[in-house]
């Protein structure tokens, strides 16, 4: 959480501010990215949500993550573009210890200027 004052008045002594919720990075961080991916392969009943959510957590990445129907797993990624690379390799290569990944796909990759998560849920469908 951020306050952010956009105008002050020494005259009068006030001040226009906002509490940012979810704060951009500054400028000198990384590029804020988000993205969708769906990962293929046996990848239900193999922990495959819990280890993306550990990993997650440990990267500093936002977003969710859920089974689907289909049999594959679904999710949103939201972080430093770095880290958010490194959570794209781990997802189409690692994975949980039991887990075989036959394809993973990214789509709608693009620079955000805020989060729109507070942290990395596992999600039930």
């Keep these: 959480r951020q306050t952010v004052c956009l105008t002050t008045s020494s005259a009068t002594h006030t001040a226009l501010c906002v509490i940012?919720?979810?704060?951009?990075?500054?400028?000198?961080?990384?590029?804020?990215?988000?993205?969708?991916?769906?990962?293929?392969?046996?990848?239900?009943?193999?922990?495959?949500?819990n280890y993306t959510q550990s990993k997650a957590g440990a990267l500093g990445i936002r977003g969710w993550v859920m089974n689907t129907k289909e049999g594959t797993v679904v999710g949103d990624l939201e972080g430093p573009s770095p880290k958010v690379d490194e959570m794209k390799n781990w997802l189409q290569s690692v994975g949980s210890p039991s887990s075989r990944i036959d394809r993973a796909q990214f789509t709608n990759e693009r620079q955000i200027g805020y989060y729109s998560f507070e942290g990395f849920d596992v999600r039930r469908r």
């Design 20 to 49: 940012e919720l979810y704060p951009k990075l500054t400028m000198s961080s990384s590029t804020l990215v988000g993205l969708h991916f769906e990962i293929y392969g046996k990848v239900q009943g193999v922990s495959f949500r």
